[in-house]
């Protein structure tokens, strides 16, 4: 009979409910530092019930991580046993991802395991809410036509590029028109200092004139 394994585990594409007797073993493989596929474990209410139905969370994210969950509270209790000095336990009614490739060994750790609290959970909307953020991190948003671009988006989005477009063009015009005025004030700048320089030098030849013909006025005054 052909079967198919995931690091060392039989694959399934359903939740995985444990006991007691099998704490050990899911700990160890949550705490396996190879371990790629992240896993996420849903904790039971002190009568056993579950606020999130794990079934409903394998569907959604099929086997993008492994699923596991218990309705017997002892066992849950010597699962959190286990957790607690790397304070990474799953209290009761609540729900936690614990990501690929764990350091349950180092200190803050905790932040890269997600924890939902029963305070997220105890409504539809809630619940609703925590399987879209699951679906999405973990299944890469399989359901992406949900979200797929629609025509409305398409046409919005050219608008947006036409007057993007329009604005571009309207500011080189103006960069251009600005260019243009400043070239003709430097230009109008040169022509009045050529201007000035040119009346400065007639200026001077008038002086030297001058100053030529009283000489000679002098001399011939004196002769």
């Known amino acids: 009979m052909l079967s198919c394994s995931v690091e060392e585990r039989p694959l399934t594409l359903g939740p995985i409910e444990f006991g ?7 700990y160890n493989h949550l705490a396996r530092f190879l371990r790629e596929v992240p896993a996420i474990v849903v904790s039971p209410t ?3 019930d579950l606020l999130v139905d794990p079934r409903e969370v ?3 994210i099929g086997p993008n991580a492994t699923v596991y969950f218990t309705r017997d509270c002892s066992a849950m209790q010597a699962f959190n046993d286990r957790l607690e000095p790397n304070d990474l336990q799953c209290y009761g009614d609540a729900l936690r991802v614990y990501a690929g ?3 349950f060994d180092i200190l803050g750790d905790g932040a890269n395991h997600r924890f939902f609290p029963p305070s997220t959970l105890g409504d539809e909307e809630g619940r609703a809410s925590c399987l879209e953020i699951l679906r999405r991190a973990l299944a890469q948003d399989v359901h992406a036509w949900e979200t797929s671009v629609r025509i409305e988006d398409i046409k919005r989005r050219n608008r947006e590029s036409s007057r993007e477009r329009a604005f571009k063009r309207r500011a080189e015009e103006i960069q ?3 260019l243009d005025q ?3 004030m430097l230009d109008a700048a040169d022509e009045a200092a050529n201007a000035a320089g040119e009346e400065r030098d007639v200026a001077l030849d008038e002086r030297d004139d001058s100053a030529e013909h009283r000489r000679r006025a002098f001399i011939e005054g004196r002769g």
């Open 46 to 48: 002190r009568s056993g």
């Open 101 to 103: 490739h764990p350091h």
């Open 176 to 178: 251009d028109l600005a």
């Open 182 to 184: 400043v070239a003709e």
């Open 20 to 26: 007691g007797e099998d704490v050990d073993a899911v």
């Open 58 to 60: 394998s569907e959604q």
